[in-house]
């Protein structure tokens, strides 16, 4: 999912005594939740190929939200400009395979038994904030909440009292696989000839889990494997720069950033 507002100067040819400004807000919300289970209380019937393979995979390619500000003076006599903005994105990628408490396997005693959740998330977040005037203020805050977890579990064998183990005469096998990243950069920039301010804020709140476990004994005439893999990156960037400069110059050339700085 993507949400990218641009905002434009609100006055872009304001007099010099009111205020030019541009304010954008991006918030975008993902979710994604994939679940191969058999609830608790269920009985299956095993026939005469009884093995049971459950696979949950949640995949999200990416969830991107982008805030950009940018107000320039007009003219040298542009008093008061202020670019800011906000960006917000909540995002979440969740799979669960898994056979619950109190599951009943009747008939034939199993064979195989494979349980396989795979997540996976991507999330980018950016806030980019500039401003130029006599005073100058851009300013940007870029916020990340992100949650990824994969889960294969085996539950208890029954809702009260003794649990019985599993009996298999092939494997079984219950894996766990999550992989997320995330992104998150705020960026505020200003320019005045008299006072100019740049602030920049990036917060990343990030978690990534995976898990494979079983609450009951298993006797398999097979392999018995638990398998959790989880690996997951996160970086939050934030840089902010004010400078003063000649406006005349600055507003001939159409910018709001120093690169013609007056030292």
Do not use: W, Y
């Not at 199993?110 to 401003?131: F, L, N, P, Y």
């Not at 690996?231 to 939050?236: A, L, N, Q, T, V």
């Amino acid at each position: 999912s993507t949400t990218r507002p641009h905002c434009l100067p609100l006055f872009p040819s304001t007099p010099s005594l009111r205020p030019a400004v541009a304010g954008p807000l991006a918030i975008n919300v993902g979710s994604s939740t994939a679940s191969a289970t058999i609830s608790g209380l269920a009985a299956v019937a095993n026939g005469l190929t009884p093995d049971i393979h459950l696979t949950a995979e949640s995949l999200v390619l990416v969830n991107d939200a982008k805030a950009t500000a940018a107000q320039a003076s007009e003219s040298a006599s542009g008093k008061f400009g202020v670019g800011a903005s906000i960006a917000i994105n909540v995002a979440d990628s969740h799979a669960d395979a898994s056979i619950g408490n109190g599951v009943l396997l009747s008939g034939l005693p199993a064979h195989d038994i494979i349980m396989s959740a795979t997540a996976s998330g991507a999330v980018h977040t950016s806030a980019e904030g500039g401003a130029s005037g006599t005073t100058g203020i851009g300013g940007a805050v870029a916020i990340t909440v992100a949650d990824n977890s994969a889960t294969s579990t085996l539950g208890t064998g029954s809702l009260g009292g003794i649990t019985p183990a599993l009996s298999l005469t092939g494997e079984f096998k219950a894996q766990a696989d999550n992989h997320g990243t995330s992104e998150t950069t705020a960026s505020g920039k200003a320019l005045g000839t008299d006072t100019a301010i740049g602030a920049a804020i990036a917060l990343g709140f990030v978690s990534d889990s995976a898990m494979a476990t079983t609450a009951r004994n298993i006797t398999a005439g097979g392999a018995v494997s638990f398998i959790a893999r989880g690996d997951g990156s996160s970086k939050s960037a934030a840089t902010a720069s004010a400078a003063g400069a000649d406006s005349n110059k600055e507003s001939a050339k159409g910018n709001n950033s120093a690169d013609d700085q007056i030292t």
